[in-house]
């Protein structure tokens, strides 16, 4: 498994193979205030947009046809709901920890996919995130997860 790193900007984050300097992919927000936004990634582009005006649910849409979904639970969570080669199939991601706050993706078993590890840098004031896992995630799971982690982060700080 090769770890990923993620480094945010103003307007999206970019998605780096660890000890690579050219990124995977590069994800953007439509705007400065936007939560939409779209990634090429290989031969696919990756669109979230808002489902409703709370900004609690959101459609992954590749190539134009609606393939998940992301939403938000009572409980804090975030689902992340991905139909790729015709099965849907449902990810948890949990915030963990108080102080050392990181992230945990789990699929519909609850095994831990993921290890999604935020670092501020304080010289750009944005997240880096250190991504691990037992297997190769597919860079679909990387984008949904870490659009999700944003949403999340901007939920708590404006909290």
Do not use: C
Not at 61 to 70: A, L, M, N, P, S
Not at 77 to 90: A, H, N, P, Q, Y
Not at 104 to 111: A, G, V
């Amino acid at each position: 498994m090769s770890n990923y790193i993620i480094k945010s900007f103003t307007r999206g984050f970019e998605v780096y193979r660890e000890n690579e300097t050219a990124p995977v992919t590069t994800f953007q927000y439509n705007g400065w205030f936007s939560s939409d936004g779209r990634a090429e990634t290989g031969n696919n582009t990756v669109e979230i947009k808002a489902k409703n005006v709370w900004a609690s649910k959101f459609d992954v849409f590749i190539d134009g046809i609606d393939k998940g979904d992301i939403l938000f639970n009572w409980k804090g969570e975030i689902i992340i709901r991905l139909d790729t080669d015709g099965v849907e199939k449902s990810y948890r991601l949990k915030s963990r920890g108080l102080w050392n706050m990181h992230f945990e993706l789990e699929d519909e078993q609850e095994q831990r996919l993921l290890l999604l590890q935020p670092a501020f840098k304080w010289d750009r004031l944005n997240y880096e995130y250190q991504v691990s896992g037992e297997q190769e995630p597919s860079i679909l799971l990387i984008l949904t997860s870490i659009y999700g982690i944003n949403l999340y982060m901007t939920m708590m700080a404006v909290v």
